[in-house]
């Protein structure tokens, strides 16, 4: 039942684990918003941001590198410089935890994790493990499992989280280590079985080698990675600083609904390019690869965005409850920058087969320092939404400048920025009419919301259909 093309077939396996696992998180929000507060959600935000952000520095972007010898005997060696690192980045934040947990707890205006940062070392650990094994496998093209370790990551932490809600915020914390740890034994596994050979000829003059081959991933890639991360995770942070862990809970939720559905295709369409790219630049493919990629995701990111900005509030506000109305008013304002987000973060990989870090550290840069000013002068203003508003305008910008570099460093012309854009708007608009035509006039919620909601949700599945259909 998959494509017979290599690409679409690649991305159609990872996609459907990936789907398969946020399905699973999606479809548990509800419940887990009327088992936990805000403010518990405002502790896991902040716990997850500072977890993602050490995370991208976890083996100092050595990872990145494993797709790209032509030998698995050189691979092999960048396998086990990045494990090496990712060993003593867990032991030095393990000290730093012990020493310093309340201290760093209080700066971010969330005295109570104090109690729980004893599990940051341990989710550093076993997600840089993860990180490892799981850009062998994009190397070796084992889609398969990784789509498997997805599901089960999905799985893992949603069960925590539902079953332990007696125990409080701790139960949401230890279910995102947990279930971002999920599946590293299997593709550690699945690694050191297949070329156990290869690994056992490892070498330490040949890891000091890799050292210096690949040194451009640590000195631009991980600042770029780093600024990127602290640039999506720096909202609940500063959320929580300037304003309070319940608006950090707020726009957990708002974007945990925005970036996970839309994210879904978009993660594995990076995955595949990247073990796709380095061919096609070789070939002289890489323009027509980054345009079709282009066009394709802003087809699929287009009704959801439209959607959201209709519909939000009251989207939300039916499906996790009153309290989570804000929320939806978040969403609202964050749906323009999740689409850019969406169709150009796939494509960002190019920066590594381009051998562009510094570009890319430099735009990571400007998007960190645009998304805390944003916020900053809205808590300042003493408004939130104002801060979500600057915050999420200035981030669509800086990815639109983002997008102009990528089809300009592709080969592609200018058509290629606007046009896919403006087809996805136009069928956009005709598939969210009727909800367009609801909010137009004065209306019932009990009597139309439905009727308008339903009649979306069909033409957006049968557009849907027919980029299946043209996948395949």
């Known amino acids: 039942m998959l494509p017979k093309n290599r690409f679409a077939r690649s991305v159609s396996v990872l996609a459907g684990g990936t789907a398969a696992g946020q399905f699973i998180v999606i479809a548990a929000s509800p419940a887990l918003t009327r088992l936990y507060s805000p403010e518990d959600f405002g502790l896991l935000a902040v716990f997850s941001a500072l977890l993602g952000i050490l995370g991208v520095i976890a083996s100092l972007r050595y990872q990145l590198a494993i797709p790209l010898p032509e030998s698995d005997e050189e691979a092999a060696h960048v396998v086990v410089l990045g494990l090496i690192i990712v060993a003593a980045m867990s032991l030095l934040a393990t000290v730093l935890v012990i020493f310093f947990a309340q201290p760093i707890a209080d700066l971010f205006n969330t005295p109570a994790l104090a109690s729980y940062l004893w599990l940051l070392p341990l989710g550093l650990l076993l997600g840089g493990i993860y990180g490892v094994f799981s850009y062998w496998a994009i190397r070796v093209k084992a889609f398969t499992p990784i789509a498997r370790t997805k599901l089960t990551q999905s799985i893992t932490m949603v069960g925590v989280q539902l079953g332990g809600y007696l125990l409080g915020p701790v139960a949401l914390i230890l279910?995102?280590?947990?279930?971002?740890?999920?599946?590293?034994?299997?593709?550690?596994?699945l690694t050191i079985r297949n070329r156990w050979a290869v690994f056992r000829a490892i070498r330490w003059r040949?890891?000091?080698?890799a050292t210096r081959r690949y040194v451009r991933f640590p000195i631009y890639s991980t600042w770029g990675g780093l600024f990127n991360t602290a640039g999506s995770q720096l909202p609940p942070i500063l959320f929580a600083i300037l304003f309070s862990p319940a608006a950090a809970g707020i726009y957990m939720i708002a974007h945990r609904v925005l970036a996970m559905p839309m994210s879904l295709i978009g993660k594995a369409i990076a995955d595949v390019f990247l073990s796709s790219a380095a061919e096609a630049r070789?070939?002289?493919?890489?323009?027509?690869?980054?345009?079709?990629?282009?066009?394709?995701?802003?087809?699929i990111a287009m009704p959801p965005a439209l959607i959201l900005i209709l519909a939000g509030p009251d989207l939300f506000a039916f499906v996790f409850g009153a309290d989570?109305?804000?929320?939806?008013?978040?969403?609202?304002?964050?749906?323009?920058w999740v689409y850019l987000v969406f169709i150009t973060s796939?494509?960002?990989?190019?920066?590594?087969v381009l051998?562009?870090?510094?570009?890319?550290?430099?735009?990571?840069?400007?998007?960190?320092?645009?998304?805390?000013?944003?916020?900053?002068?809205?808590?300042?203003?003493?408004?939130i939404m104002l801060a979500v508003a600057l915050f999420a305008g200035g981030s669509a910008l800086c990815w639109l400048g983002f997008l102009v570099w990528i089809i300009r460093a592709s080969g592609n012309p200018w058509k290629a920025l606007w046009l896919p854009t403006f087809h996805a708007l136009v069928l956009g608009a005709l598939i969210v009419t009727p909800l367009a035509m609801f909010y137009s006039v004065p209306h019932d919620l009990a009597t139309g919301w439905f009727a308008a909601i339903l009649a979306t949700l069909l033409f957006t599945a049968l557009r849907y259909s027919v980029l299946l259909k043209r996948a395949w």
């Open 282 to 299: 070789r070939n002289g493919t890489l323009a027509p690869l980054v345009a079709d990629i282009h066009a394709k995701l802003a087809h």
């Open 206 to 209: 040949d890891i000091r080698a």
């Open 355 to 383: 051998e562009k870090q510094a570009q890319g550290m430099l735009f990571q840069g400007i998007l960190l320092v645009t998304r805390g000013g944003g916020l900053i002068l809205g808590a300042y203003l003493g408004d």
């Open 346 to 352: 796939p494509l960002s990989t190019l920066f590594s």
């Open 324 to 336: 989570w109305r804000q929320a939806g008013e978040f969403a609202q304002w964050m749906a323009p």
């Open 175 to 189: 279910g995102q280590v947990t279930g971002q740890a999920a599946g590293a034994s299997s593709l550690g596994a």
